[in-house]
């Protein structure tokens, strides 16, 4: 295909500009609090959830500087925090749940007609936050970051996978969000309306602990 495939949930990870994140105000502030830098610890144990940033899209395109493949104007992602030690250092959570609403999903390739799924397989992956705003996510060992894509064409449903050793993104709390910006995945399955390389770039904003916006110190 020559569309950009969406995932969960993405290359030029080099791009990606931060400002500055907000540091420890006091001994003992852990890298991951709500309410405001430095604020209230966020509990190992507790659920992380966010939206795409309002207005924005997530895509899976066929290169990193083309417009062909796959947007969508709905996904979301759940996340338990397992390790939030003292900052500087590094946060730990479990991505339990990336989903694309379909019905928000569009395809400008040619022959598609439209976006049956997009699945986020092999979860849990793992996710890391550290106090310098890095951000990675990993599947378990032995395993893959994996998307599937099930399109709609002119000549029935076809399936695309997708898969990537990982992902690279940052965080920033200018608007408690985290990005991920031309992730690379690779087809490993599916019909030659499937692109052989999908890119992938989201922003989620804010990432929200029980409604109260999660800061990174």
Do not use: H
Not at 45 to 61: E, I, K, N, R, V
Not at 147 to 168: F, H, I, M, N, W
Not at 197 to 203: I, M, N, V
């Amino acid at each position: 295909m020559r569309t950009r495939p969406l995932l969960t949930l993405a290359a030029a990870v080099a791009a990606l500009s931060l400002p500055a994140l907000g540091t420890a105000s006091a001994a003992g502030t852990p890298v991951l609090t709500t309410g405001s830098a430095g604020g209230a610890a966020v509990a190992v144990g507790d659920t992380l959830t966010a939206q795409l940033a309002s207005g924005t899209t997530a895509t899976l395109y066929s290169s990193a500087t083309g417009t062909s493949g796959v947007s969508c104007t709905s996904s979301t992602f759940t996340a338990s925090v397992t390790d939030n030690p003292t900052a500087p250092g590094t946060a730990t959570e479990s991505v339990s749940a990336q989903t694309f609403d379909p019905a928000s999903c569009t395809s400008n390739v040619t022959g598609v007609l439209g976006v049956n799924s997009i699945t986020v397989d092999n979860l849990p992956y793992t996710t890391t936050v550290s106090s310098d705003g890095t951000l990675t996510v990993a599947p378990a060992s032995g395993s893959t970051v994996q998307t599937t894509v099930k399109l709609r064409t002119l000549l029935g449903s076809v399936t695309c996978v997708y898969q990537a050793p990982g992902l690279s993104g940052g965080a920033d709390n200018a608007d408690n969000g985290i990005t991920f910006t031309n992730q690379q995945f690779s087809k490993v399955s599916g019909s030659s309306l499937c692109f052989s390389s999908g890119f992938f770039t989201a922003k989620y904003a804010p990432v929200t602990d029980a409604g109260a916006p999660v800061f990174v110190n």
